[in-house]
C-alpha cells in the first residue's frame, strides 16, 4: 500500500470539494462550506509585546466605574488565572496573590487614588498588569431567560520604578475583546457561574497571547455563491 503524504492528501479533498461545489452550482446550491483545518499545519502568531521576564507581577483588575463588589467573583477569578499564566508560560517568576490585594484595599482607605506603580511597589512587585474591566455581561438583562455573555478589558504594562511600558501610544491601554458566548437558554440556577468562568478562561488566554509567541489553528474555508 502506497502512503499518502499529508499535502497530497489535502490537496485531493480540496479538488474533490472544488469539483462538488461546481456540480451543485448547477442544481441552484446557495452556499456550500467545507473546513479544512485539521489538514493544514498550525499558523505561529508573535507576540504583540514581549515584557521583561524573571521579575516578580502583579496582575491588578480594577472595575473603578462599578459599584464597590459587583465584579468581585470576576476580579478574584481573572487575577489567579492570569497569575498562573504568566508564570506557566515562563512570563513571570512569580506573582502577588489575590489575598494580598485584599489584605492592601481592607487596611487603605485611599485604595482608589493611588497610582497603580504605587500599588505594584506597595505589594513587592517589580511590574504591573493592570487589567480594566470595560464590560462583562452574562445576561443582557436580569428578568432575560436567555444568557448572553460578553466580557471586554483594557490591558497596560507598567514598570513599578520606571514607568509605563506598553503600549506607549494609547494612554488607557489596549483594548482586549469582545469576547461574547453564543446566545442560550439554560434554567440550571448555577449556569451563570459556568458561563463566567467560561468567560474569564476565555479572557485570560486572550491576554495572555499578548505577550508570547503561540500557534493557531489555520481556518481554511472553501466556500462557493451562485452566479
Same mark, same amino acid.
Given at each position: 500500500?502506497?502512503?499518502?503524504?499529508? #499535502?497530497? +492528501?489535502?490537496?485531493?479533498? $480540496?479538488?474533490?470539494?472544488?469539483?462538488?461545489?461546481? +456540480?451543485?452550482?448547477?442544481?441552484?446550491?446557495?452556499?456550500?462550506?467545507?473546513?479544512?483545518?485539521?489538514?493544514?499545519?498550525?499558523?505561529?502568531?508573535?507576540?504583540?509585546?514581549?515584557?521583561?521576564? @524573571?521579575?516578580?507581577?502583579?496582575?491588578?483588575?480594577?472595575? +473603578?466605574?462599578?459599584?464597590?463588589?459587583?465584579?468581585?467573583?470576576?476580579?478574584?477569578?481573572?487575577? #489567579? *488565572?492570569?497569575?498562573?499564566?504568566?508564570? =506557566? *508560560?515562563?512570563?513571570?517568576?512569580?506573582?502577588?496573590?489575590?489575598?494580598?490585594?485584599?489584605?492592601?484595599?481592607?487596611?487603605?482607605? @485611599?485604595?482608589?487614588?493611588?497610582?497603580?506603580?504605587?500599588?505594584?511597589?506597595? $505589594?513587592?512587585?517589580?511590574?504591573? %498588569?493592570?487589567?480594566?474591566? =470595560?464590560?462583562?455581561?452574562?445576561?443582557?438583562?436580569?428578568?432575560?431567560?436567555?444568557?448572553?455573555?460578553?466580557?471586554?478589558?483594557?490591558?497596560?504594562?507598567?514598570?513599578?520604578? @520606571?514607568?509605563?511600558?506598553?503600549?506607549?501610544?494609547?494612554?488607557?491601554?489596549?483594548?482586549?475583546?469582545?469576547?461574547?458566548?453564543?446566545?442560550?437558554? @439554560?434554567?440550571?440556577?448555577?449556569?451563570?457561574?459556568?458561563?463566567?468562568?467560561? %468567560?474569564?478562561?476565555?479572557?485570560?488566554?486572550?491576554?495572555?497571547? $499578548?505577550?508570547?509567541?503561540?500557534?493557531?489553528?489555520?481556518?481554511?474555508?472553501?466556500?462557493?455563491?451562485?452566479?
Amino acid at each position: 500500500m502506497i502512503p499518502i503524504s499529508r #499535502r497530497s +492528501a489535502l490537496c485531493f479533498i $480540496l479538488m474533490s470539494v472544488a469539483g462538488f461545489c461546481l +456540480a451543485a452550482s448547477q442544481t441552484g446550491c446557495a452556499v456550500i462550506s467545507w473546513t479544512v483545518a485539521q489538514f493544514a499545519p498550525p499558523q505561529k502568531v508573535s507576540a504583540v509585546y514581549k515584557p521583561p521576564k @524573571n521579575k516578580k507581577y502583579l496582575v491588578l483588575v480594577d472595575d +473603578a466605574l462599578s459599584p464597590p463588589g459587583e465584579y468581585e467573583v470576576v476580579k478574584k477569578l481573572l487575577t #489567579r *488565572k492570569m497569575s498562573v499564566q504568566l508564570v =506557566d *508560560k515562563g512570563i513571570a517568576r512569580s506573582t502577588v496573590e489575590y489575598r494580598e490585594i485584599s489584605d492592601l484595599v481592607a487596611r487603605t482607605p @485611599n485604595f482608589q487614588q493611588l497610582a497603580v506603580s504605587q500599588i505594584g511597589q506597595m $505589594l513587592g512587585a517589580d511590574v504591573v %498588569l493592570y487589567v480594566h474591566l =470595560d464590560t462583562f455581561q452574562i445576561k443582557d438583562s436580569q428578568v432575560s431567560q436567555f444568557w448572553h455573555g460578553q466580557f471586554t478589558t483594557t490591558v497596560r504594562l507598567i514598570d513599578v520604578q @520606571n514607568g509605563r511600558l506598553w503600549p506607549t501610544d494609547r494612554p488607557r491601554g489596549h483594548k482586549v475583546g469582545p469576547l461574547e458566548m453564543p446566545t442560550e437558554e @439554560n434554567p440550571s440556577a448555577t449556569y451563570g457561574i459556568e458561563l463566567t468562568e467560561k %468567560l474569564v478562561d476565555g479572557m485570560a488566554d486572550r491576554i495572555a497571547k $499578548l505577550f508570547y509567541d503561540h500557534r493557531v489553528p489555520v481556518q481554511q474555508t472553501i466556500e462557493h455563491h451562485p452566479a
